[in-house]
T-cell receptor, first 114, second 112 residues
Framework: NAGVMQNPRHLVRRRGQEARLRCSPM?????VYWYRQLPEEGLKFMVY????????ESGMPKERFSAEFPKEGPSILRIQQVVRGDSAAYFC????????????FGNGTRLTVT | QKEVEQNSGPLSVPEGAIASLNCTYS??????FFWYRQYSGKSPELIMS????GDKEDGRFTAQLNKASQYVSLLIRDSQPSDSATYLC????????????FGPGTRLSVLP
């Protein structure tokens, strides 16, 4: 009964490189959320996706960041031309339904930009 | 205007005491409410869900919901040092495009 799977757990990128973060939701879940968290800070919503659709991307920076959740395969959060300020923990969560079911979180990807 | 508010803490309680964590929300259309525990450096872990007014108990945890007052709380009985963590309140409502809104979290410290 696998939970939400994120990979990689740790990712180191040099400034200007691209970072790709992957998230496989729990089995049967079609709602995926991405959050960013800086040390000692709260969760910051980035984007909410359903299969093949971006529902709400109001928390995502307009430039360099993109997300997708294709019909087949994991959800991908892509950060182009990373900068030091992108260093953070990125959490993916999934839910069974749109309402009245909780989010289940993956273990996160810790991105470090050097 | 913040939609989900929590005291940031830290809230310190002695071992064995009851820890009381509070959360208020602004949207009366909110439908479901969740408490998450997050240890430092780890991901949030769901500990309680509550959907209707009243109390819901699970082991040492009790969630309390009062929709009229737009208030949800979490009580932890017989607090243990292992309960020391940040507790996040989350609210689910169809008025939020993203469906879920998290509070900033309350840091709890249980002193041995």
């Amino acid at each position: 009964n696998a939970g939400v799977m994120q990979n990689p757990r740790h990712l180191v990128r040099r400034r200007g490189q691209e970072a790709r973060l992957r998230c496989s939701p729990m089995k049967g879940h079609s709602h995926v959320y991405w959050y960013r968290q800086l040390p000692e800070e709260g969760l910051k919503f980035m984007v909410y996706l359903q299969k093949e659709n971006i529902i709400d991307e109001s928390g995502m920076p307009k430039e360099r960041f993109s997300a997708e959740f294709p019909k087949e395969g994991p959800s991908i959060l892509r950060i182009q031309q990373v900068v030091r300020g992108d260093s953070a923990a990125y959490f993916c969560a999934s839910s069974l339904t749109e309402y009245n079911s909780p989010l289940h979180f993956g273990n996160g990807t810790r991105l470090t930009v050097t | 205007q913040k939609e989900v508010e929590q005291n940031s803490g830290p809230l310190s309680v002695p071992e064995g005491a009851i820890a009381s964590l509070n959360c208020t929300y602004s949207d009366r259309g909110s439908q479901s409410f969740f408490w998450y525990r997050q240890y430092s450096g780890k991901s949030p872990e769901l500990i309680m869900s509550i959907y209707s007014n009243g109390d819901k108990e699970d082991g040492r945890f009790t969630a309390q919901l009062n929709k009229a007052s737009q208030y949800v709380s979490l009580l932890i009985r017989d607090s243990q040092p292992s309960d020391s963590a940040t507790y996040l309140c989350a609210v689910n409502a169809d008025n939020y495009g993203q469906n879920f809104v998290f509070g900033p979290g309350t840091r709890l410290s249980v002193l041995p």
